[in-house]
C-alpha cells in the first residue's frame, strides 16, 4: 500500500512516489506530478522514440482524450534505457508533439530502469516490475493501493487494458490483471 505524502484542498491523496516536480519535455516548465494527479488514476509510461512500439503513442493520445474528464492522468517518461531515444530533446518533442499529436504530460528525458532509475519508475519497480523494454504501461488507483503493470505488447486499444482503465476509474475499485 501506498503511503499519502499529503492532500491537496479537495482532500485528494497525493501518494509519495510523485510528490516532485519534474521538467516537462523539451521545456524549461517544471510540473508539480501531486498537483496533477492527486486524487486521479494514474497511467505512466516509459517511452521512445524509435521503437517498434512507438505508434503506441497515437493509442495512448486517443486513451488520454477519452478518458481525461474521467480522472485519468497520462504522463509519458521518455527513456533512454534501451538505446531507442533522441539524443536531443528536441527531436524526442517532435516524435512527440508533431508526429503523434501528443497533448498528455510528457516529462524529460530519464532512467526507468536500474540503480540510475527515476523515484517513481524506482518505486514501481519494487512494487510491480521494471520495464523490460519500451511502453510498458503503469496503472495506478487514485489511492495508490493498486498498482497493475502492462508490457510493451498490450496495446493502448486492446479491449483487456481498456476495461483495466475503465476499472481503474471507479473509485475504491481494486482489480489486478497485471497479467495482461
Not at 505512466?44 to 477519452?66: D, I, R, W
Request: net charge negative; aromatic share 10%.
Amino acid at each position: 500500500m501506498a503511503e499519502p505524502a499529503k492532500n491537496d484542498v479537495d482532500g485528494n491523496v497525493c501518494l509519495s512516489f510523485l510528490d516532485q516536480k519534474l521538467r516537462k519535455l523539451h521545456s524549461k516548465e517544471t510540473v508539480d506530478l501531486c498537483e496533477i494527479t492527486a486524487g486521479k488514476t494514474v497511467l505512466m509510461v516509459n517511452t521512445a522514440s524509435n521503437c517498434g512500439y512507438t505508434p503506441q503513442f497515437k493509442g495512448l493520445e486517443a486513451l488520454h482524450q477519452e478518458y481525461k474528464d474521467n480522472g485519468l492522468v497520462i504522463i509519458g517518461f521518455p527513456s533512454d534505457d534501451f538505446f531507442q531515444e533522441e539524443d536531443d530533446e528536441k527531436d524526442t518533442a517532435k516524435v512527440c508533439f508533431v508526429n503523434y499529436g501528443v497533448t498528455f504530460t510528457m516529462l524529460e528525458t530519464t532512467a526507468v530502469r536500474g540503480s540510475d532509475a527515476n523515484a517513481t519508475f524506482e518505486y514501481l519497480a519494487e512494487k510491480t516490475t521494471a520495464p523490460k523494454w519500451n511502453f510498458y504501461k503503469y496503472l495506478v488507483s487514485d489511492n495508490g493501493n493498486n498498482i497493475q503493470h502492462f508490457n510493451s505488447r498490450v496495446k493502448p486499444s486492446d479491449e483487456e487494458f481498456i476495461n483495466a482503465v475503465k476499472s481503474a476509474l471507479v473509485k475504491g475499485t481494486a482489480h489486478d490483471t497485471s497479467d495482461l
